[in-house]
Antibody, heavy 118, light 108 residues
């Protein structure tokens, strides 16, 4: 059974970079599937951030693309999210997830709340 | 278009059937997936690739699609089905993921 555990700072200052990591257990990332990040501002809906594959194929939300980087570390069996130049609007629960048939149908890990505040 | 539209709220009497819809131009070309989210919890996939259920999902959940609209049907709604439901799919380019705005289901 694949499990995903996100981790990272719960508080980030405005203009800094938000960095989260998702550790995967029960499955080798290098074996396949897309791996993604989705966020949910408090009391609001879901927003896809991006999805990546160990082959290097990566898709990003065009509204975030200039600030986002998603990477995979197969040696640690984890993938990461970096979101630069954050503002209060980036405050959200960030979920990491594993895709199934394409890069956007997801099994979800538990979320990580990130607050952007000075 | 580059959006998926859902009704904000739907209600159903206990034991009755309810349909939750998701409308968008890209659904003419791509299947929708559906997610259930209860307060304080991560979303759970209930339907993928139009009408496939993960093994842990009860068979009262089903999916369908016609034209630009995808639907999630719950046949015999239970109290535990009260939750927010989100659809998602690709955008018209096929290169990005869209989520609908979510539908809050109330079981009366």
């Amino acid at each position: 059974q694949v499990q995903l555990q996100g981790s990272g700072p719960g508080l980030v200052k405005p203009s800094e970079t938000l960095s989260l990591t998702c550790a995967v257990s029960g499955y080798s990332i290098s074996s396949g599937y897309y791996w993604g990040w989705i966020r949910q501002p408090p009391g609001k809906g879901l927003e896809w951030i991006g999805s990546t594959h160990h082959s290097g194929s990566t898709f990003y939300n065009p509204s975030l693309k200039s600030r986002v980087a998603i990477s995979i570390d197969t040696s640690k069996n984890q993938f990461s999210l970096n979101l630069s130049s954050v503002t209060a609007a980036d405050t959200a629960v960030y979920y990491c997830a594993r895709a199934i048939l394409w890069f956007g149908d997801f099994y979800w890990g538990q979320g990580t709340l990130v607050i952007v505040s000075s | 278009s580059s959006e998926l539209t859902q009704d904000p709220a739907v209600s159903v009497a206990l034991g009755q059937t309810v349909r939750i819809t998701c409308q968008g131009d890209s659904l003419r070309s791509y299947y929708a997936s559906w997610y259930q989210q209860k307060p304080g919890q991560a979303p759970v996939l209930v339907i993928f690739a139009k009408n496939n259920r993960p093994s842990a999902i009860p068979d009262r959940f089903s999916g369908s699609s016609s034209g630009d609209t995808a639907s999630l049907t719950i046949t015999g709604a239970q109290a535990e089905d009260e939750a927010d439901y989100y659809c998602n799919s690709r955008d018209s380019s096929g290169n990005h993921v869209l989520f609908g705005g979510g539908t809050k289901l109330t079981v009366l």
